[in-house]
């Protein structure tokens, strides 16, 4: 057992004054007009001065991060959202025009192009592509969108019915449905889904409040749609958005006739004339995994797992949680969902999550684990932009940890009967969650090539997007309900089009573990030297840095939905 009395450390900012206020406005827009004004005089220089612009963005991630965690803490404290938005608004947004300044004077300088391109090209392609989008009028209404993304998690954060005697938010209903009692599996998946529709109302006009902003955005930026800025404003430099469509056909047809499979096994083994929609998480043998009984516990478990798959990951998180780095119990007031934010000064991170003690909290920590490691492998980094991973490189990284640690999990699961059922939910869940994943892609494209729908058309469209996405699953007398699932989904308001790339790095993901079966000591290092890349290279490249391909073609997903049967027939065999 590792448990480190070990703290995380603070990494000073060398290039930044010891006395700068990095909460002061005033301050912050002092440095960055003082760095515009200075001289570039060599390709020396030039590096100098993008490392101490690299420290002020570093220093203000951290801040912005810091106000984020308390405010998710806390979702119910307008306070801590107010000091997070104007934060946002007063030091990140209204310095864009001094930031773009700058990446326009690294770029336009004669010595940029003694910069080795090996080191700086991705950087310089990174900054072109920053100075093509920006617009200085839509700095106001950027600030105005994440205030308004804020609101989800305020408006869910509230969200509670009393159910089985108790209090329960929508975290905590979630747990019956994995009640052996099908009355009550039904009765909390109908609560559940009612808190959304006595809320819709609000998240209906907050989300067309969202939408009506976002499409001027692009309008501003020349774009036709919000869809196709957002794919330029993401750096989606190595797929189109004609290449989602594609993917989204592959899945349909390479992995859901594997869903169907399963979902019609389910229906078999729970001796039923129909699955409904609380009967898919049901444990079939009767049984519900219970892999931790206390938060203590399940971080103590988490640690071990890690130690053995690579001993510094188990003394990361070690450190972290030392540090006070951690918040994984659900309660009423704190925001849904989880997330790992990167802490810059402690070269870490801050995991959040709501833990409610089912088998599914084991993974998100472990997969936030992921992200963490990720955040301490990059430490020796400089430039900014290379800390600032796109989300099909960060999530692969995630993803990897979570099969990385399967072979581990009788920490969690000492009864070989429990191991084998945690394992074969994970690899299950795996091309399970994809349907749900193309579903959340496709509605959002339609969404924002379809700027004028209303609420109604909105709810309707998803009605047929996911439609062909349910086989097996029977929703029959339940369209009133149905159609407010996607609200359910915090990244269409919050992160909208950030999604997508779960699938990507889930296919990612198992093409690193089919290599792990074969070399565990060689796919590590290629793990961890793609941890350490950051985002120094373009996504393909971290892809084969990994020693795998980026590619989500129908003919690579067939590929993988065999690699999970064996692997599944393997488990079952014992």
């Not at 080795?116 to 100075?131: K, P, S, W, Y």
Request: charged share 25%.
């Amino acid at each position: 057992m590792y448990y480190s009395n070990q703290k995380l450390q603070t990494i000073p900012f060398k290039h930044l004054p010891g006395n700068l206020d990095i909460q002061s406005a005033e301050a912050v827009k002092d440095f960055f007009k003082s760095l515009n004004q200075t001289q570039i005089n060599s390709a020396e220089e030039l590096k100098d001065a993008l490392i101490a612009w690299s420290d002020i963005n570093k220093a203000i991630a951290d801040e912005l991060s810091w106000r984020y965690v308390r405010m998710t803490q806390h979702a119910d404290d307008p306070a801590l959202e107010t000091a997070y938005n104007d934060y946002y608004a007063k030091v990140h947004a209204d310095n864009e025009d001094l930031q773009a300044e700058f990446r326009r004077k690294v770029c336009e300088n004669p010595h940029c192009q003694e910069l080795d391109v090996a080191e700086f090209g991705h950087l310089i392609r990174i900054f072109r592509n920053q100075i093509e989008l920006f617009r200085e009028e839509n700095i106001p209404l950027m600030i105005e969108e994440s205030e308004l993304a804020c609101r989800y998690g305020a408006i869910v954060s509230k969200m509670s019915v009393m159910f089985e005697g108790q209090e329960r938010t929508p975290a905590q209903l979630a747990v019956f449905l994995k009640d052996a009692d099908r009355s009550k599996r039904e009765a909390a998946w109908r609560a559940r889904f009612q808190l959304f529709i006595d809320n819709a109302g609000e998240l209906d006009q907050l989300y067309d409040d969202l939408l009506a902003l976002r499409h001027k955005i692009a309008l501003n930026a020349g774009y036709d749609n919000y869809r196709d800025f957002k794919h330029q404003e993401m750096g989606r430099f190595s797929y189109s958005p004609q290449d989602l469509y594609t993917f989204h056909e592959a899945v349909q047809a390479e992995v859901m006739p594997f869903v169907t499979e399963l979902n019609e096994k389910r229906r078999q083994s729970l001796k039923l004339s129909s699955l409904r929609p609380w009967d898919t998480q049901v444990d079939l043998d009767g049984r519900n995994l219970k892999p931790f009984a206390s938060t203590e516990e399940f971080i103590h478990k988490a640690i071990d797992v890690l130690d053995k798959v690579h001993p510094p990951y188990a003394k990361q998180l070690a450190m972290m949680n030392n540090s006070g780095m951690l918040d994984l119990e659900n309660r009423k007031g704190k925001a849904p969902g989880g997330y790992n934010t990167g802490i810059n000064a402690l070269a870490s991170s801050f995991i959040f999550m709501n833990h409610v003690q089912l088998h599914r909290d084991v993974v998100t920590l472990l997969h936030e684990s992921g992200h963490a490691m990720h955040s301490e492998a990059t430490k020796d980094i400089q430039y900014y932009p290379y800390l600032s991973t796109p989300s099909e490189v960060a999530e692969l990284a995630s993803m990897t940890m979570e099969l990385l640690t399967m072979d581990h999990w009788d920490i969690y699961y000492p009864k070989a009967e429990d191991l084998k059922k945690a394992k074969r939910e994970q690899l299950e869940g795996t091309l399970s969650f994809l349907p749900w994943c193309m579903t959340v892609d496709a509605l959002q494209h339609w969404v924002y090539l379809h700027p004028q729908q209303n609420a109604q058309e909105r709810d309707q469209a998803y009605m047929e997007i996911s439609k062909p996405y349910l086989e097996g699953v029977d929703f029959h007398g339940l369209e009133e309900l149905r159609k407010h699932a996607w609200k359910m989904q915090l990244h269409i308001y919050e992160v909208p089009f950030y999604y997508i790339e779960y699938g990507m790095a889930q296919l990612g993901a198992l093409s690193i573990y089919m290599n792990y079966r074969q070399n565990k000591a060689k796919t590590l290092q290629q793990y961890q030297d793609f941890l350490s890349l950051g985002y120094s290279k373009p996504v393909d490249e971290l892809y084969r840095a990994a020693g795998i391909e980026f590619d989500f073609s129908a003919k690579h997903i067939r590929e993988l939905v065999d690699f999970v049967r064996q692997e599944l027939e393997q488990i079952e065999k014992g």
